[in-house]
């Protein structure tokens, strides 16, 4: 009798043991993926005739087809990245001991979860594409993503603001709604015809190339669009614009430079991967 006693006991022990235990909450491993959209294979004409001179001549390239984030790369998709890969965070967040350890705090203000990611250096952006499975795009593939003709100066046509009305980016001043950064996707009317978002301002974004003034001039003559892998000049291309610019300055023809280390609140990034 004893016997069966002591081993209700036990099994009514166990059962509250592993009923009190804490569940495990399984944080997802890998990367999200987010949405990408796909430029076909062809022959496209990236620079211009009328700008300045580092944007001279428009010029005719062929590339093979190849898939662009739709969007800038946000702090909440660059945050998975760090906390599972302990790679050091932007210098603006908060301490590492928030962002590593188990707890769920965002290290930045919940409102700025779907910012694009700054204070990126061309390393950081690199490191977190290959994390994902994929690269930055070249200086072609970014300039082919954000025209759709050769006569565009923007994603959405020549004028600076959308025909209705509406900015379709965000550039200098507060007009647009935003005195800095604004959310991923805010500007829907400024989309590009093959459906990629916040090309121009926002934040200039990284590309593979190395910068060289006068590539456009020295582009290959077989026509295929390579990434220009050394430069005297040791900066990496940065295309787009950002918040900071004036409208003027944020075309899609826009090129300039930077230090590969370099970071700011005005520098982001896209990735890209090949297609079929």
């Known amino acids: 009798m004893k016997r069966y006693a002591l081993r209700g006991v036990l099994a009514v022990v166990l059962v509250t043991m592993v009923g009190c235990a804490p569940k495990r909450v399984e944080r997802p491993r890998g990367p999200q993926q987010p949405p990408m959209v796909r430029i076909p294979a062809g022959e496209y004409i990236i620079g211009t005739d009328d700008g300045p001179e580092n944007e001279r001549p428009a010029h005719k390239v062929r590339v093979r087809a190849f898939m662009i984030d739709k969007f800038e790369v946000t702090n909440r998709a660059y945050l998975q990245f760090v906390r599972e890969t302990g790679f050091p965070a932007p210098p603006r967040w908060l301490p590492d001991s928030t962002i590593l350890g188990s707890t769920d705090r965002l290290p930045f203000d919940e409102r700025e979860a779907d910012l694009p990611v700054a204070y990126v250096s061309w390393q950081d952006a690199d490191a977190y594409a290959r994390w994902r499975g994929c690269r930055l795009p070249t200086e072609a593939e970014w300039e082919i993503a954000a025209r759709c003709s050769t006569a565009m100066l923007y ?44 090309l121009v301002g926002n934040v200039w974004e990284w590309t593979a190339d190395w910068y060289i003034p006068a590539a456009y001039r020295e582009a290959s003559p077989t026509g295929f669009a390579e990434v220009v892998s050394d430069s005297l000049f040791r900066q990496r291309v940065i295309r787009g614009g950002s918040w900071f610019d004036p409208p003027g300055r944020v075309k899609a023809t826009t090129r300039t430079g930077f230090d590969p280390s370099f970071r700011s609140d005005i520098i982001g990034f896209r990735c890209a991967r090949d297609s079929e």
């Open 155 to 198: 994603p959405w046509g020549n004028d600076s603001l959308a025909t209705d009305g509406k900015h379709a980016a965000n550039t200098g001043g507060e007009s647009d709604g935003f005195p800095g950064l604004a959310p991923a996707g805010s500007f829907g009317n400024g989309t590009s015809c093959w459906g990629a978002e916040d």
